[in-house]
């Protein structure tokens, strides 16, 4: 009984704010919430942090305790706390099943036009170098027929001819991709 009065008074000084009672309580109680978290969850982390948050609410909530078993009050804290956690952890992996699954709906299409980019790139290489090289200023660099002339130092008629030229034979390459 000597022990459950050093409780009560150590409580009855928690009520009144008084900090230093709060670290006796805490000390006293957190090894065993400690180990029913840990056996609970399985990890020393989640544990540690789930054990913060039963002694934050201890503080909040020490005014509700009207007597009776303290360990059961402080224990159900611990429990309602892991289930929260429990939730929380739910709700993550619903949140992010639903994006594997949003992700997944698009990958298809992201395939085929990587499939598609690789099948061009492929035939590329089979352009002789000065074709290819000016079909991927064209399109991948994005410059103008105007641009392309000016670096190659030739007319514009002969810029767009040989991008005219140079596509045929591109898709041509792509009806063939049996190589």
């Not at 036009?113 to 000065?130: A, G, N, P, S």
Request: glycine residues 6%.
């Amino acid at each position: 009984m000597d022990s459950q009065r050093r409780v009560e008074n150590i409580i009855s000084r928690c009520k009144k704010g008084n900090g230093e009672a709060f670290s006796e309580l805490i000390d006293m109680y957190a090894s065993r919430c400690y180990g029913y978290l840990y056996r609970l969850t399985g990890d020393s982390t989640t544990s540690n942090d789930l054990l913060s948050e039963v002694f934050v609410r201890l503080v909040e909530k020490i005014s509700s305790y009207k007597g009776g078993s303290f360990e059961k009050w402080l224990f159900t804290i611990a429990t309602n706390i892991f289930h929260d956690h429990l939730r929380q952890q739910y709700r993550q992996r619903r949140l992010l099943d639903a994006k594997v699954r949003e992700l997944e709906a698009v990958r298809p299409q992201a395939r085929a036009e990587q499939e598609l980019l690789d099948t061009v790139q492929i035939q590329l290489r089979k352009l002789d170098d000065d074709t290819a090289e000016l079909l991927m200023m064209r399109f991948y660099s994005g410059l103008s027929f105007k641009e392309l002339a000016e670096i190659r130092k030739e007319p514009i008629g002969t810029t767009l001819c040989k991008v005219h030229r140079g596509l045929k034979k591109l898709r041509e390459l792509m009806g063939d991709t049996g190589d």
